[in-house]
């Protein structure tokens, strides 16, 4: 049954109405607005164990009802490709993820922890026994791309697959045990999921390479194995058909997001949060190309999230149009903990400070961000 909202007629019909600030019903979840904190990687979570500082991040962000994804969070000692990112594949990772969740909890907040593999996204120093990272294929990223000197992948074999598929399904029954009301799966960006779906990196000539269909089978697997191991309403999947980040591009976006639109239905999934490619914000810079997520959008049948660069304004329309239910914020939310109150008031915004986004400080452009009564 797809999702609904008892106020998207009047958030459309009444001036004053704020649509992102209006209740809406996600699965068994009840929110009281659609403004999301996305996922965002944070680098504080050092030897991959997440901090106590990460309990006053999350919790700062944190409204009741409202919906907050964590960073991307590695499901195995594969899984990594960048320094001091947190993890959920060992107890001790579960055990400090607990107070974490807690703190959201205790302000009302709804927090699911997005699941991640970075494949062929990274280097030998982020791998067990300094070896080779895993991927569908064995074509590396270009050499000096993202300023990384990458190494060859070593291509996954067959036989391996379910192992991986598996990492996933662990994971998400660590995610159960640690508190979290959810999990999300990361099939975007250029990372692992999405390196075996897009037809230029797959090159793969057995059932999980070639057609459309077999491309997206790693995907679905996962997908299939976490609905079994916690349900499918507390699984959420993310996606970014039109990204080609880390060189992770097809040939025919639209077809890959609708079919995994029309696939993920099966399962009837909570949510589906897709990237908005016209969106995309590189260092504060629009990008607006002609692509669309509406075809995803009217295929998937539960809750449709978009994230990609909205302002206040741009996520007030999509809403009102029904383009969306919910609308995720990234560096605007980083910068501006109590953004929900901000949209509420049309209050002025912080500025985020990127040159502190990915360092180890456990406070500066962390936690110092000011609320509007400070």
């Not at 050092?46 to 009802?65: K, L």
């Not at 594969?78 to 990112?85: K, M, N, R, V």
């Not at 059932?207 to 269909?213: D, P, R, V």
């Not at 589906?272 to 190309?289: A, N, S």
């Amino acid at each position: 049954m797809a999702a609904n909202s008892s106020s998207s007629s009047s958030s459309s019909s009444s001036s004053d109405v704020i649509p992102l600030l209006t209740s809406y019903k996600m699965g068994k979840f009840n929110l009281s607005h659609r403004v999301v904190l996305a996922p965002l990687t944070r680098n504080r979570s050092y030897n991959n164990i997440p901090q106590p500082h990460a309990a006053v991040y999350y919790s700062q962000r944190a409204s009741s009802g409202g919906l907050l994804i964590t960073e991307a969070t590695g499901v195995s000692d594969t899984a990594q490709g960048y320094p001091h990112t947190p993890g959920i594949w060992t107890k001790e990772q579960v055990e400090a993820w607990k107070p974490i969740v807690d703190a959201v909890h205790r302000k009302g907040g709804i927090f699911f922890c997005q699941l991640w593999h970075v494949g062929r996204v990274s280097n030998y120093e982020f791998q067990p026994n300094g070896q080779a990272p895993i991927s569908c294929t064995d074509k590396g990223i270009t050499p000096g791309l993202g300023g990384e000197n990458w190494p060859r992948p070593r291509r996954l074999r067959t036989d391996e697959i379910p192992g991986i598929v598996n990492d996933f399904r662990l994971a998400a029954r660590n995610v159960i045990e640690a508190g979290f009301d959810g999990v999300e799966i990361h099939g975007a960006n250029g990372y692992l999921i999405d390196q075996f779906m897009k037809d230029q990196v797959n090159d793969r000539t057995d059932h999980y390479g070639g057609s459309l269909e077999n491309r997206c089978r790693f995907a679905l697997e996962i997908v299939e194995a976490v609905v079994n191991e916690i349900g499918a309403d507390r699984v959420g999947m993310r996606l970014s058909p039109f990204n080609g980040f880390m060189e992770s591009v097809d040939s025919n976006p639209e077809a890959l997001g609708i079919y995994m639109a029309n696939a993920l239905n099966k399962f009837n999934m909570v949510y589906l949060h897709m990237i908005e490619q016209r969106r995309m914000v590189r260092l504060g810079r629009k990008h607006e190309v002609h692509l669309s997520l509406f075809p995803m959008r009217k295929a998937f049948k539960n809750t449709f999230i978009v994230a990609g660069g909205f302002n206040r304004s741009d996520g007030n329309k999509v809403i009102a149009a029904n383009y969306a239910d919910l609308v995720a914020f990234g560096r605007m939310f980083l910068a501006n903990p109590d953004l929900p109150r901000r949209f509420e008031l049309d209050a002025p915004l912080n500025e985020y400070d990127y040159s502190t986004f990915y360092i180890q400080d456990p406070v500066r452009g962390y936690t110092d961000y000011p609320f509007l009564e400070d």
